[in-house]
């Protein structure tokens, strides 16, 4: 979970991290007061949980009350990547001597905690950072022996700051390890941290993460500290999104959910995580045209499956559907199919004259397919590649639309290419004589 | 003698009373895995599928002569079953549990590393060296398993379970059999990335191909093509990395630190380069896996 930059200073004003004096408002009339209060000058920053607001025009210094009314009257009505701002922070000014970088997070490969710290504070510290890795040093830590002085000691003089600055630095160092400690923070982030003109260390801009994971550990103490858990997507969800998530949530077996609209034509039905990724990727490669990504895992059970089918079927601009799963080992491919059949029928459909290409695989695999056979639906076992039902789908779906081009309804070229699609003809057409031999002997 | 695992490779399970613990207790079983001892606390008595129960792993090896353990357990209780596993001597923990937060799993890894003790996992749904034996849920059922993993010439390491599974299937049925699949695990932080697993492929005699699956995020697949390009690996490598949409989707932010650590952005297009410099075929769709594969074991 993100925080925004006020929250995460309410954390490192708990450590005792020295910060800016600082009001949150969150109206126009608040912040001419308090740009009052700190002496009629004072920076006003966006409160959003995205980076770059300053190069979006969400960070400006307002010389006077009035000045500040006007421009958080209009940083309140920006959207930065997306994502809303909720509040502003008014901040006194501070008189920059130098801008530093420090940061707690994972080092993956060495799986340790790792803290950063570097003299090229500021919004371009990747660039300095690319063009010169000497300007940041790093200190990995063990986790059993965690912070020790020396460490900060080391790190701080890598900058070299005076006697009184390099003290500070060093207790900010201590500080910050021990908060990413306690509060799980995956990232943990000063920048910039200021060396003031007077000698003093001051975060004046924060960026802290919380695990998710860790969230059952955490939650309790930061909702004491009036921070809430939040989604972390950039946009409202759309009303299929909700859906989608809605009908997820109704039961706790297994996935048939996070969907997400691309808006295009082709429906699908996909899974599990890594399969999604796989069948999506070839989509887009082929040129196809979503509807929407989505996945399916974990055995569910077969009403969330339908729940899933049915909305995705009856989706706007939705003309065919893709089902397509990678070998199953605990998710049954006869629920599977169960779902997505119920949920054509429930709508009007005869799953024999829709196009759909239907590729499913694993656990009770032949009962999977007895349904679909029932019901007059073309599938393909573990032979036919997860990519190549992609193929198959995105040609499907050019087909419907070369037709409507040619004047047909919908329907009628549905219907038309529902038909084609199950000959011999398309497959090799699609895929060569040699994988579709492979692929359809014996089905 | 397998990689990891063999016939003779002695299993503790932790946390076997639990419904999927016990269900894939029973699939490990049926494969012919030797599944010798459970471990759940207070529960000591008790048998799951014939197999004795114990309140603690230092039973389970005194009476057992455990040497493996698979961990499943509730991810607040994962660290120190991971933890006594290792203290009671076990040489192998894979870890099934997943949404471990990070650090109670560096803890983990660290207490391995002190210990010489190897962590798969976690978030791994398990490993097979086919007609052998098999670690955790991998391949479902042993008919399910059976249709997918078939012994044979090629490794497969991959960060996905369910696509572990289908890759083995489909090499499966183009004839190409695997030496051993070993799920690494879905999450940032492992405790064994595929560049060090690597060595042990690189001296197996059966092996003769690697397949790589990998997925967005992290820099697991950077780090191999580092590793490969320093340390030369004799055996063909191929490669497949699922989500490249990713890539272009919005809502995908890194911290500065995080690019700062590894250089690296985590993006799938980088992972692809950095593999084809060093060597690795890089296959655009997962049926590529094939060709690619019938080319450097000069099939037909």
Redesign the interface.
């Known amino acids: 979970m993100?925080l925004y930059e006020y929250e995460s200073k309410m954390l490192l004003e708990k450590y005792g991290i020295p910060l800016p004096k600082r009001i949150l408002v969150k109206t126009p009339e608040e912040a001419a007061k308090a740009v009052e209060e700190l002496g009629g000058k004072a920076v006003i920053k966006a409160q959003v949980l995205?980076?770059g607001r300053g190069k979006a025009g969400g960070i400006k210094i307002a010389n006077s009350p009035e000045e500040a009314k006007k421009l958080t009257e209009e940083i309140l009505k920006m959207k930065i990547?997306?994502f809303p701002v909720v509040a502003v922070l008014v901040e006194e000014l501070l008189n920059i001597d130098k801008e530093l970088?420090l940061?707690?997070?994972?080092?993956?490969?060495a799986?340790?905690?790792?803290m950063?710290i570097s003299d090229a504070g500021g919004v371009d510290?990747?660039e300095v950072?690319?063009k010169d890795?000497s300007r940041?040093y790093?200190e990995w830590f063990?986790?059993?022996y965690g912070m020790m002085a020396f460490k900060a000691k080391k790190m701080a003089d890598f900058l070299k700051l005076p006697k009184d600055a390099d003290r500070a630095l060093q207790s900010v160092i201590m500080r910050l390890y021990n908060l990413a400690?306690d509060y799980?923070t995956?990232?943990a982030?000063i920048?910039p941290l200021v060396l003031t003109k007077d000698g003093k260390i001051v975060a004046a801009d924060a960026?802290i993460?919380i695990?998710d994971?860790?969230m059952?550990?955490q939650q309790q103490r930061l909702e004491g500290m009036g921070i809430h858990d939040r989604p972390?997507?950039?946009?409202e969800p759309t009303e299929f999104e909700k859906l989608a998530e809605e009908n997820d949530m109704s039961d706790h077996r297994g996935v048939a959910g996070r969907a997400i609209d691309f808006g295009g034509s082709l429906g699908c039905i996909i899974?599990?995580?890594?399969?999604s990724?796989?069948t999506?990727?070839?989509i887009?490669?082929y040129g196809g045209n979503p509807a929407n990504y989505c996945e399916v895992?974990g055995n569910p059970p077969v009403k969330k499956v339908y729940g899933l089918a049915k909305l995705v079927l009856s989706k706007p601009g939705v003309k065919g559907l893709l089902v397509c799963h990678?070998?199953?080992?605990?998710s049954r491919v006869d629920l599977v199919a169960r779902g997505v059949i119920k949920a054509m029928l429930d709508l009007g459909i005869n799953p024999a004259e829709y196009p759909v290409v239907y590729r499913g695989?694993?656990?009770f695999e032949e009962d999977g397919y007895a349904i679909l056979r029932k019901y007059g639906v073309r599938y393909y076992d573990?032979?036919l590649?997860?990519?190549?039902a992609a193929k198959l789908a995105v040609e499907m779906l050019k087909l419907i639309e070369e037709k409507e081009k040619e004047g047909k309804s919908l329907e009628e070229a549905q219907k038309e290419v529902a038909q084609y699609i199950k000959t011999e003809e398309f497959v090799k057409k699609v895929l060569g004589e040699e994988v579709a031999k492979k692929v359809l002997e014996g089905l | 003698m397998g990689i990891l695992i063999d016939e003779n490779t002695r299993v503790v399970v932790q946390g076997i009373t639990g419904r999927e613990a016990a269900s894939f207790t029973e699939w490990m079983l049926d494969y012919g895995t030797k599944v010798v001892a459970g471990v759940t606390p207070g529960k000591e008595g008790m048998k799951v599928h014939g197999v004795p129960v114990y309140n603690t792993v230092k039973a389970a090896v005194e009476n057992h002569d455990a040497n493996t353990s698979v961990v499943s357990v509730p991810?607040?209780f994962t660290k120190d079953a991971v933890m006594e596993a290792i203290d009671a001597g076990i040489e192998l923990v894979s870890v099934f549990t997943e949404?471990?937060?990070?650090?109670d799993?560096?803890?983990m890894?660290?207490?391995a590393k002190d210990h010489g003790a190897r962590i798969i996992g976690p978030n791994s749904l398990g490993s097979i060296v086919p007609g052998k034996a098999k670690l955790a849920?991998?391949?479902?059922?042993t008919e399910?398993?059976n249709?997918?993993y078939t012994p044979g010439p090629v490794a497969v390491l991959?960060?996905?379970?369910?696509?572990m599974?289908?890759t083995c299937?489909?090499m499966s049925?183009n004839g190409i059999g695997q030496s051993v699949a070993i799920n690494v695990g879905?999450d940032?932080?492992i405790g064994s990335?595929f560049h060090e697993l690597l060595p042990l492929l690189e001296k197996d005699p059966e092996t003769r191909a690697v397949v790589i699956?990998g997925?967005?995020g992290?820099?697991?697949e950077e780090?191999l093509a580092d590793y490969i390009k320093e340390h030369g690996f004799s055996k063909p490598v191929v490669a497949?990395i699922?989500?490249?949409?990713?890539d272009k989707m919005?809502?995908q932010?890194f911290?500065?630190?995080?690019?700062?650590?590894?250089?690296k952005k985590g993006s799938v297009e980088g992972k692809k380069e950095a593999l084809r410099d060093a060597g690795v075929l890089v296959a655009?769709?997962?049926?590529?896996i094939?060709t690619l594969l019938k080319e450097v074991l000069k099939m037909k």
């Open positions: 993100r995205t980076g990547n997306d970088f940061a707690c997070t994972y080092d993956e490969v799986k340790q905690r790792i950063l510290i990747n950072v690319e890795p940041v790093r063990n986790p059993f400690v799980d995956t990232l982030e920048n960026h993460e695990e994971d860790a059952y550990r972390s997507t950039p946009r899974g599990a995580g890594g399969g990724l796989t999506f990727d070839a887009l490669r895992g990678n070998v199953y080992s605990n695989a694993g656990a573990r032979r590649g997860m990519d190549q | 991810p607040r949404r471990v937060p990070r650090s799993v560096i803890e890894i660290q207490f849920a991998i391949g479902g059922p399910e398993t249709k997918a991959s960060r996905s379970g369910g696509m599974t289908e299937s489909l049925v879905g940032p932080i990335m699956y997925e967005p992290t820099v697991a780090t497949f699922g989500g490249g949409f990713v919005p809502g932010r911290g500065h630190a995080a690019v700062i650590v590894t250089g655009d769709y997962h049926s590529e094939i």
